[in-house]
């Protein structure tokens, strides 16, 4: 794995403002302007593709926007990040951590381990456990990927593996909607429901699946690896975990499930800090929709450009001594806070920024939460993790011991 994939590209980039060809098909885009502008142009028309039944009988299929999708969503997730729906979330959480305490683990998988799952109802629930077990296998294969721990090009008697087990997944959740749809008792309140009860006709089937499986291969991914930098630098900063277990002490979880963060500053700060310092993903490819200009530079449909939420983070032109994580910075005023709104894009660029980023924020506080007052993470004696900066945030020689707090 490489420790740095943006090593080669900060030099090039500082030297031409932030927007420059890595190929002749392939614009690097990372200055925090022209990056938010991109996205908005490349993604203006967010009319989904046609079915796959259509394409094969070349016809066209029933337009849908992507914002039909987004809105449904977007409703659902105001009740699934209610008091009761993170006091779930802190719930499922709470179990996947006491069930890992006294034996060794990989903290980073430990991370994502309890991101997903604590995500998964929300995304798609009432699940048996030997279809949520072809779910996460899925996950699991899809991560190992991310974090280049498979084979890029397995031997053919094995190429089949991830195939099968995404088939499998994608069954799950096909039949899933198809029972949703035909028995109204089998409802349930998370983002398939809408999709199953309201959507399906207008989507068709193969959309339907699309959609649903999306939403369950991005909470695979940067969820957990925001997780993992938050152990991360609550282990290496004791003096930051002992502000917020002073903060968490003199508020209740139930005042926590009913404000979200807003009665939490400090954590709110460090999580806001993590969220900048180690930012996942690290680059977004993107193909080219419709052909755009983007600072000065003409891209036709077929090319690419990459986008960087990490580099936009990291650029000295607009945040003071970005390499130094300090939560202060998000105190109002500070000197070297962030220079504006789009300076700051740790889940995504509008219009297709991820719908779940205030319940994204809320399970990370009470992360932190957890591990500052009911857990605590022990490292073997002289072990010092480092930070890679792959696909995805990564700590590496992170292995300790998960035990719970007097």
């Keep these: 794995m490489d420790t740095d994939v943006l090593r080669d590209l900060r030099g090039p980039s500082a030297a031409a403002g932030g927007v420059f060809w890595q190929t002749e098909r392939q614009l690097m885009v990372f200055d925090a302007d022209a990056a938010a502008q991109a996205n908005a142009d490349n993604f203006a028309d967010l009319t989904l593709p046609d079915r796959l039944r259509d394409l094969l009988l070349r016809r066209p299929s029933t337009p849908v926007s992507w914002k039909r999708v987004r809105s449904a969503w977007m409703a659902q997730l105001r009740t699934l990040s209610d008091e009761a729906g993170l006091a779930a979330l802190d719930a499922r959480m709470d179990s996947v951590l006491r069930a890992r305490t006294g034996s060794p683990v990989n903290l980073p998988w430990l991370a994502h381990e309890v991101s997903f799952r604590s995500l998964l109802p929300i995304v798609l629930g009432g699940l048996s456990p030997s279809d949520s077990a072809k779910i996460s296998e899925d996950a699991i294969a899809k991560l190992a990927r991310l974090l280049g721990e498979a084979a890029e090009d397995p031997p053919w008697w094995r190429s089949w593996r991830p195939v099968s087990i995404q088939v499998k997944a994608g069954l799950v959740v096909r039949r899933e909607l198809r029972r949703r749809a035909r028995d109204t008792g089998a409802a349930r309140a998370d983002l398939t429901q809408p999709i199953a009860t309201d959507l399906l006709d207008e989507l068709g089937m193969d959309r339907a699946v699309d959609a649903v499986t999306a939403v369950l291969t ?189």
Excluded at 290 to 297: C, D, E, K, Q
Excluded at 327 to 340: E, I, Q, S, V
Excluded at 367 to 375: D, G, Q, V
Aim: with cysteine; hydrophobic share 40%.
């Design 218 to 406: 991005a909470i695979a991914g940067p969820p957990g690896a925001a997780a993992g930098c938050v152990m991360y630098e609550l282990v290496n900063r004791p003096d930051w975990a002992d502000r917020l277990a002073a903060e968490f002490a003199s508020v209740s979880p139930a005042e926590l499930y009913r404000s979200g963060t807003r009665c939490a500053p400090v954590a709110h700060r460090f999580v806001k800090e993590v969220l900048r310092r180690w930012t996942s993903p690290t680059m977004l490819t993107r193909s080219v929709r419709t052909p755009m200009r983007v600072a000065g530079n003409d891209l036709a449909v077929g090319q690419h450009f990459v986008l960087s939420p990490a580099m936009v983070h990291q650029d000295p032109r607009h945040w003071r001594d970005p390499e130094v994580f300090d939560p202060d910075r998000w105190l109002p005023g500070a000197p070297h806070g962030p220079a504006g709104g789009r300076h700051y894009v740790p889940f995504g660029w509008a219009p297709t920024a991820c719908v779940g980023a205030g319940l994204g924020l809320c399970q990370l506080v009470l992360l932190c939460r957890l591990l500052c007052t009911t857990y605590r993470i022990d490292l073997p004696r002289a072990v010092m993790p480092t930070m890679a900066i792959g696909p995805v945030p990564m700590p590496l020689g992170f292995d300790g011991r998960l035990s719970t707090r007097d």
